[in-house]
């Protein structure tokens, strides 16, 4: 081989590692290839802590985006929203049906929430599609971030948004496990409710009211499940 060749091929080799280097750091170790993996890779490394936020149903009531003791499901929707949103809804009715009214003392501890990231959702529209998909509260709330709070709450679980003048919006959606400590600890696709429930059930047994040696140890469980 000549010296020129040679020059050229390690060029070649020493260009292609830093492109794989860059690669591996950019999707945090191959891990995460999507905006939706860099998410839940990134939050299943360093749980992310839920900013305070006023999240009201369509009746005024408050809506805790966290509750001690308890997992919150959240996801973020539209009632304009015609084609992801009517699949969250739908996912989401699943996951009620499931945890059926909380048979399980696990499923007693699992809630769910939905929150409108629409300036334009009212309380007449909020109640309207929380009835269309069946959600029954206490189980499954549906309401709406207050103006003020909107940017950081979709900013700390990463919901992107665009308006879509035939769909209503396009965005990322995603079932966002919640602890009781305030903290988005899971992030599962949102084509995977029965994921979504099982990753729900092993979060309950991880509570923050759990002692350090017992939570060390359902961590550890949790991991080797994923």
């Given amino acids: 081989m000549t010296r020129r060749a040679a020059t050229g091929v390690a060029g070649t080799v020493a260009a292609t590692v830093l492109a794989v280097a860059a690669l591996a750091w950019s999707t945090q170790g191959f891990r995460a290839l999507t905006l939706d993996g ?17 999240v009201q149903d369509a009746d005024g009531a408050a809506i805790p985006i966290s509750v001690p003791g308890m997992v919150t499901v959240v996801d973020f929707v539209s009632t304009a929203c015609l084609s992801v949103c009517l699949a969250q809804g739908s996912a989401f009715a699943l996951l009620q049906d499931s945890l059926g009214g909380g048979a399980t003392s696990a499923d007693r501890r699992i809630r769910l929430v ?90 309950v047994d991880v509570a923050p009211d759990a002692g350090p040696t017992e939570r060390s140890g359902r961590l550890a469980a949790d991991r080797a499940a994923r």
Avoid: C
């Fill in 114 to 203: 939905t929150v409108s990231f629409d300036p334009d959702d009212d309380a007449s529209r909020l109640r309207g599609w929380a009835e269309a998909q069946g959600a029954t509260a206490p189980s499954w709330r549906v309401g709406r971030v207050a103006a003020d709070d909107r940017r950081r709450l979709l900013e700390t679980f990463g919901i992107v948004l665009v308006r879509d003048p035939v769909a209503g919006w396009r965005h990322n959606a995603a079932f966002h496990l919640v602890d009781g400590g305030g903290a988005v600890r899971r992030i599962i696709a949102a084509n995977d409710p029965v994921g979504a429930l099982r990753a729900a059930r092993l979060l």
């Fill in 38 to 54: 860099a998410r839940a890779a990134a939050v299943a490394n360093r749980p992310r802590p839920v900013p305070s936020a006023h």
